[in-house]
Structure formats: C-alpha cells, structure tokens
C-alpha cells in the first residue's frame, strides 16, 4: 500500500486542463519551463526531447506532494510509445 509519494509527473496533451483538474484538487503551480538539449535527452533517454515541464505542489502537504506535468513539443508522444493492445 502506498502511504505517500514524494512527485509524479504526468504526461499530458492539454497543459490547461491538466492546470484546471489540479487546481482543484488544492495544487497550486510553483515552476513552469521548457526542457531540451542533450543534458536532459541523456536523462529521459529521449533524442531531441522538447517538452514544457509544469511543477504544481499541494501547498498543505508536509511532507512535499507535487505532481509535474510534461507536455512534448518533440518528438510527439506517438512518436515515444505507440501503446500494444491485446486482442
């Protein structure tokens, strides 16, 4: 059973509406960026990588609850993973 999570990061397609849905949830947005260049393709493990990178934080939570939003500039998230479906 999970008893608490330091961070989770989410990617999504609509930076808005994920913003929106955790705002309601109490999370309010600490940092926004964009991510790219070779320091972070070596980390994700994603050549050529451009995302915009969101970090909301509950403000209430000890210790420190965030959740972090990735949206891909590039390469598009169909591109990283087609997902397999069993059939």
Known sequence: MVTHFDHLT???RDVG???AFFALLGFLEQ???VISGEQFSRYMGIPGIEAEH???ALPSAT???EVQLLRYRHPLPSKIL???FAG
């Open 10 to 12: 989410i990617v999504v």
């Open 31 to 33: 940092q926004s960026v």
């Open 54 to 56: 969101i970090t909301l």
């Open 17 to 19: 509406k994920a913003r």
């Open 63 to 65: 210790p420190r609850v």
């Open 82 to 84: 087609k997902p397999k």
